[in-house]
């Protein structure tokens, strides 16, 4: 299933790497992700992963490729005529018009590496073309974008404009993800003259303007996101060895904000979520191209404060309260007021996407468990249950997690519950449709240190990893989980015995008297640590050798950080809420919240008894699509 021209072009960057002899700290990464075109979901009985995939590509198919490109044909003058302009946060009168059309450029090529979509690559394809003959026709030193290179101007001149560097960076990645994912040369060509022009203008900018302008234009406050800049640079030096990208990297950097998580300190109140966090990934790339080790801390540091200071039991962390004080909606609330936080506008869609992608380079630095356990926690409850499965194009801005919420009610700065197909386009769309079509990445990860080929699988999700090219080898992996609580891993090879190291992650949440591993149907004596990977006691595999993993699961509270008597109901990693509109008094002996008996048909379900006697149904939280909720009970 390998495609190998994908892979030759990937292995001649990796050469583009080697002539620039550039400090390539990723080679001490302790694991490597999989190629998209290396693993695949497969059909279940339940997995929200494949579900959701499916859903979204029902959802870019119903998109005509001459709605998504009317704002770039109007600004170039080209007719429109007969084509209806798309509505939401892509109408024409939209300063950030023509984003959605640039995500959709990266979820194509994703489409078609993850799971040969060759339709939806050949739409891209013509997508590309079309944006081409606007470039030409724009004819401005390689300035290309759905509005008027005057949004620069504006941003020069200090007036209020929505986020033009964050819609430019968006189609370079596009572009780029186009060019190095589907081989398409003229994606490559139009993306180095876009960044020719970028180029230019920053040369511009530092030349005409004191530093302090320039800071104010780009980190101000009041206009702070400028999208991935910084790492798409960075990454860009690293490919091409033109310090001219490291120069312009540098300049997207913010002293103020890298500079107070090198030293660890959280701040992280009442700012903007999102705008923040791919910043910090560019910090990621910049150690990554640069070795420098206070790039590095910055993306630790954040990771921790957010993690242990700023998140939800979902893995989700956004959402102040304006009445107590600080920002609300999207910005970092106050970590000793987390509990005041619960309402029904929580969690931006486009924050947990991106604090994946914070959480993956971890994992790649540190091979560390549990970066793997905090993968999936935002995995099950952030990402999955995003979608209203009635029908493809409804998806969430803000997730509610207060007191008597809903999906369809939630509150966001795009409007009400879930959005529609051709009116919404908010940025949640646009990190949506991204995710949705790389749900099998970080399934499963590997090393070849020592020469000894290692692959950890650190998602149970239904799929299977090709391996063939490299260690002729591929793992099918059948599962219902987390409906059902063990996993099936059966082996396929066309040789005797392949020398292979088998690392299961046994996750945070397990119960580990309960759980057991078999291979080949004889139950192996392993002590199963929590937030560890488990060696498999087997080194050489041979065709249909099968390994069925359980992991027990049980209740457990985990209470708010800032109050120990408010706690949200886990079952394994999958939050539970409470069908009910108020916040109930729950015994503390989590032995009185009974399981329903369930089969892999039908989603898990538990039974509460209140303290005041009133019994409600607990089901898990992603399962949950319209029905009112509660997520966090205090405890009696
Ligand atoms: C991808 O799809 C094309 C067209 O549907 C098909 O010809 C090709 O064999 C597929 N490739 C793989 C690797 O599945
Ligand atoms: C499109 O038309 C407007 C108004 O006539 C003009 O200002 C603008 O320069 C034109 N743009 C292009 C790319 O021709
Ligand atoms: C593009 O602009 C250059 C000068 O900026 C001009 O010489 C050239 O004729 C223009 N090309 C087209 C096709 O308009
Ligand atoms: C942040 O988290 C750390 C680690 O859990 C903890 O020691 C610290 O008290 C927390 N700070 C706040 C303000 O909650
Ligand atoms: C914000 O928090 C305060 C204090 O807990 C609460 O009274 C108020 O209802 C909350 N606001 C919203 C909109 O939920
Ligand atoms: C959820 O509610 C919306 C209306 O708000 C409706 O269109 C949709 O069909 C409902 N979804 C399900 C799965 O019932
Ligand atoms: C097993 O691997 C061989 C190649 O080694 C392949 O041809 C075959 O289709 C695979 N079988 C399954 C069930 O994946
Ligand atoms: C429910 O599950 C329990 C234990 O798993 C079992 O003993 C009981 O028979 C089941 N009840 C039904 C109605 O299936």
């Known amino acids: ?26 080679n001490t990464n302790k694991l490597k992700p999989f ?42 003058n080209l007719s429109v005529e007969g084509i209806e302009p798309l509505g939401g946060w892509e109408s024409p009168s939209s300063e950030i018009r023509g984003v959605f059309l640039a995500f959709y450029l990266q979820a194509s090529a994703k489409a078609y590496l993850a799971y040969n979509n060759t339709h939806q690559l050949a739409k891209a394809q013509y997508l590309v073309e079309q ?67 970028l180029y230019n203008w ?84 910049r150690y990554a191209v640069t070795g420098e080790p206070q790039y590095r801390a910055i993306l630790e540091n ?27 909606r999207e910005h970092y609330s106050d970590a000793n007021l987390l509990s005041q936080t619960l309402w029904d506008n929580n969690q931006e869609f486009c924050v947990q996407y991106n604090m994946l992608k914070v959480i993956r380079v971890l994992i790649e630095w540190t091979g560390d468990a549990e970066y793997a356990n905090a993968y999936e926690r935002v995995f099950v409850n952030s990402i999955w249950g995003t979608q209203d499965p009635s029908g493809p194009g409804h998806m969430l801005y ?3 997690l207060g007191e008597g919420v809903s999906k369809p009610t939630s509150v966001s700065s795009g409007g009400i519950g879930y959005g529609s197909q051709f009116d919404s386009f908010w940025c949640c769309y646009t990190t949506a449709i991204d995710q949705w079509t790389k749900m099998s990445d970080s399934i499963y990860f590997f090393t070849n240190q020592n020469d000894v080929p290692s692959l950890y699988i650190n998602l149970f999700v239904a799929s299977q990893v090709d391996w063939y090219e490299q260690q002729h080898i591929s793992i099918r992996q059948v599962t219902a989980f987390p409906r059902e609580t063990t996993t099936t891993l059966i082996v396929n090879t066309s040789i005797d015995a392949v020398p ?104 898990i379900k538990f039974e509460a008894t209140a303290l005041d006697g009133s019994i409600f149904e607990l089901l898990p939280l992603y399962e949950i699509v319209n029905e009112t909720y509660t997520v966090y009970f205090p405890l009696g």
């Not at 495609?3 to 030759?8: A, I, Q």
């Not at 724009?138 to 819609?167: D, M, Q, T």
């Open 1 to 26: 299933m390998c495609n190998m021209k994908l892979l030759v072009v990937v292995v001649v960057v990796f050469n583009i790497h080697l002539v620039c002899s550039l400090p390539i700290a990723s």
């Open 131 to 197: 944006l081409n003959r606007v470039q030409q026709i724009l004819n401005e030193s390689g300035f290309l974008a759905a509005w008027p290179s005057e949004h620069l101007r504006r941003l020069e001149r200090l007036e209020k404009v929505w986020a033009p560097i964050y819609c430019y960076e968006k189609l370079l990645r596009g572009l780029s993800d186009m060019n190095t994912m589907t081989g398409l040369t003229l994606a490559g060509t139009m993306m180095r003259s876009m960044l020719e022009y």
């Open 302 to 328: 954040f990771y921790s404060i957010v993690w242990n200071n700023h998140t939800y039991s979902t893995g989700g962390s956004n959402g102040g309260n304006d009445s107590v004080g600080f920002f609300q």
């Open 398 to 400: 803000s997730y509610p």
């Open 202 to 285: 920053v040369v511009h900018c530092v030349k005409t303007y004191p530093t302090s302008h320039w800071h104010t234009m780009i980190f101000s406050t009041t206009d702070y996101e400028y999208g991935g800049i910084s790492e798409f640079l960075y990454e860009q030096y690293g490919l091409t060895g033109d310090r001219r990208f490291l120069w312009m990297g540098q300049q997207f950097d913010d002293g103020q904000f890298l500079g107070a998580l090198s030293l660890n300190s959280d701040f992280l109140t009442g700012i903007h979520a999102n705008s923040h966090i791919p910043p910090v990934l560019g910090s990621g790339q």
């Open 500 to 603: 292979l190291n088998i690392y299961l992650r046994v996750p945070s949440w397990i119960v580990a008297s309960d759980s057991w591993i078999e291979i080949n149907g004889i139950r192996r004596q392993i002590e199963l640590i929590p937030s560890s990977y488990i060696l498999l006691p087997i080194t050489q595999w041979k065709a249909n050798d099968r390994i069925v993993y359980n992991m027990a699961m049980r209740v457990h509270a985990e209470p708010i950080n800032d109050n120990p008597q408010l706690a949200s109901i886990l079952f394994g990693p999958v939050v539970l809420a409470g069908l009910t509109k108020s916040a109930k008094t729950l015994p503390r002996d989590l032995s009185l919240i009974r399981k329903v008996n369930s089969t892999v048909y039908e989603p």
């Open 35 to 76: 190629f998209l075109q290396q693993v695949h979901l497969i059909e279940s009985i339940h997995s929200p992963s494949l579900a959701g995939q499916q859903l979204n590509q029902a959802y870019l198919d119903i998109l005509p490729v001459d709605r998504l490109l009317y704002t770039y044909y109007k600004n170039v």
